[in-house]
């Protein structure tokens, strides 16, 4: 578990965020939901530790990691598995050097050792036969692939995405999603991912965070969140034709619900 406090944040003057807390819970997909500039990437790099907050901080598992010593620090990045927006493939490195560099840099494990967790890892995320394949030669969707296997390589407790889908078409992006989910929920770890992507959100949203303007206006889970009065999100939601009419047809047949069940009611009287 996660936890961040009263979390706020300025550059030249201008505050991105405005004293956010929250919770993000073990096992379970927790999503950084908002437009592009309401302070997601930002507040996932200040829970991370590569920006320090103004005011406020982070605990992991209950130690706090904000301000805390060096060493604490460092221990707890080692738990720390991250997945890039853009994968963030090393070019001159094949998929399995990919996978092994953090293993090589986090761990004291043999050669052999680092082997057998580089295919298991590939073996979990479906590319068991892409070893020695170039980032070059293969496709956004095995990048995002290689990036989840690499960033789960050294075991870590925690799991931070940047925009998992970013540049994957429809089908792909689902995949993408539905493989995060099942190794939150395979391995406990907690999971923090930053989206504006309503597909995620209605897929793997057990828990969203929902930024506007730096605050923390609403969270929830993916069914809380297609019934709520709040505007803002509302207008962020709805803002496809799509959405807006399968939010029609909800209401309409909970308007019918309805009345069925004044109907049976009023025949029990």
């Known amino acids: 578990m996660i936890e961040i406090?009263?979390?706020?944040?300025?550059?030249?003057?201008?505050?991105?965020?405005?004293?956010?807390?929250?919770?993000?819970?073990?096992?379970?997909?927790?999503?950084?939901?908002?437009?592009?500039?309401?302070?997601?990437?930002?507040?996932?790099?200040?829970?991370?530790g590569l920006i320090k907050p103004d005011i406020g901080s982070v605990t992991f598992d209950g130690t706090y990691y904000t301000n805390n010593k060096?060493?604490?620090?460092?221990?707890?990045?080692?738990?720390?598995?991250?997945?890039?927006?853009?994968?963030?493939?090393?070019?001159?490195?094949?998929?399995?050097?990919?996978?092994?560099?953090p293993l090589k840099m986090l761990t004291n494990m043999s050669k052999s050792e680092r082997m057998d967790r580089v295919n298991f890892c590939l073996s979990r995320?479906?590319?068991?036969?892409?070893?020695?394949?170039?980032?070059?030669?293969?496709?956004?969707?095995?990048?995002?692939?290689?990036?989840?296997?690499?960033?789960?390589?050294?075991?870590?407790?925690?799991?931070?995405?940047?925009?998992?889908?970013?540049?994957?078409?429809?089908?792909?992006?689902?995949?993408?999603?539905?493989?995060?989910?099942?190794?939150t929920e395979e391995y406990n770890i907690t999971t923090i991912i930053v989206t504006h992507d309503m597909n995620s959100v209605i897929e793997i949203g057990d828990k969203i965070m929902f930024l506007y303007k730096g605050k923390k206006l609403w969270e929830g889970n993916n069914v809380e969140i297609m019934d709520t009065d709040i505007k803002e999100l509302n207008d962020f939601i709805f803002a496809n034709r799509l959405m807006r009419d399968a939010k029609k047809v909800e209401d309409e047949r909970a308007e019918e619900?309805?009345?069925?069940?004044?109907?049976?009611k009023g025949e029990t009287r």
């Open 5 to 48: 406090h009263n979390i706020h944040k300025s550059f030249g003057g201008k505050k991105v965020l405005d004293g956010v807390s929250g919770v993000f819970e073990t096992g379970k997909t927790n999503l950084l939901l908002g437009a592009s500039g309401t302070g997601k990437s930002v507040l996932l790099k200040c829970i991370v």
């Open 70 to 101: 060096l060493d604490i620090r460092q221990e707890i990045r080692r738990k720390i598995g991250m997945l890039f927006q853009g994968s963030a493939l090393f070019d001159s490195m094949n998929v399995e050097e990919n996978v092994e560099f």
């Open 125 to 183: 995320v479906g590319l068991e036969n892409a070893n020695h394949k170039m980032p070059s030669e293969i496709s956004g969707g095995m990048k995002k692939r290689v990036g989840i296997a690499r960033a789960i390589a050294p075991n870590c407790t925690y799991l931070f995405c940047d925009e998992p889908n970013s540049g994957l078409d429809p089908q792909t992006a689902i995949t993408i999603d539905e493989l995060i989910k099942e190794i």
């Open 257 to 264: 619900e309805d009345r069925v069940e004044e109907e049976r």
